[in-house]
């Protein structure tokens, strides 16, 4: 957005998306493995675990991996990606905090179209249903693991990962 002023940033569309796996039973993790680039899940690692704990980046697609092969004691990962990991699951935010993982851009010439007041009013209504654990497992299935279960959906609940709608409002007519 910086760089770019053609476009914004509206507002959150996902929150608390990015999760905590620990080794199951695991003492505080001296070493978590991130997505490089990230900087948020450093300072995800700082607060959740303190100063003594490394958070160490790496490839996105490695995260996983260097969990199942014990190079690291926990991994920040996307919930969909943490649902096949085997350990201790702890929220992204720290005291009830939501962390926001995703937000829409939008090009600042297309906020006055209709074409995009119809697209709010349409993402609203799907936050609406994703907040139904039946939708919501559909969606996953559909997008992320045809193995998705109401356990894993559970967890999103737990986590308190949830689609919310972009804080600005409709553009006015």
Same mark, same amino acid.
């Given at each position: 957005m910086e760089k770019d002023q053609r476009f914004e940033i509206v507002g959150p569309v996902l929150v608390n998306a990015d999760i905590f796996v620990v080794r199951p039973g695991g003492e505080k993790p001296s070493a978590v493995g991130i997505s490089q680039k990230r900087e948020y899940q450093r300072r995800m690692v700082a607060e959740r675990f303190g100063d003594?704990?490394? &958070?160490i980046p790496m490839l996105h697609a490695a995260v996983p991996f260097a969990f199942a092969k014990h190079e690291v004691d926990a991994v920040v990962a996307d919930i969909t990606r943490a649902c096949s990991l &085997?350990?201790?699951?702890?929220p992204g935010g720290v005291d009830g905090r939501d962390l926001v993982t995703a937000v829409l851009v939008?090009?600042?010439t297309v906020k006055t179209d209709e074409q995009y007041r119809q697209f709010l009013r349409q993402y609203e209504d799907a936050v609406r249903e994703m907040a139904e654990p039946e939708r919501l497992l559909r969606l996953l299935r559909t997008y992320a693991s045809e193995h998705m279960s109401f356990g894993d959906v559970n967890l999103w609940r737990r986590m308190q990962v949830r689609f919310v709608s972009p804080s600005a409002s409709l553009p006015s007519e």
């Open positions: 003594r704990c490394e &958070a &085997a350990g201790d699951f702890y939008v090009k600042k």
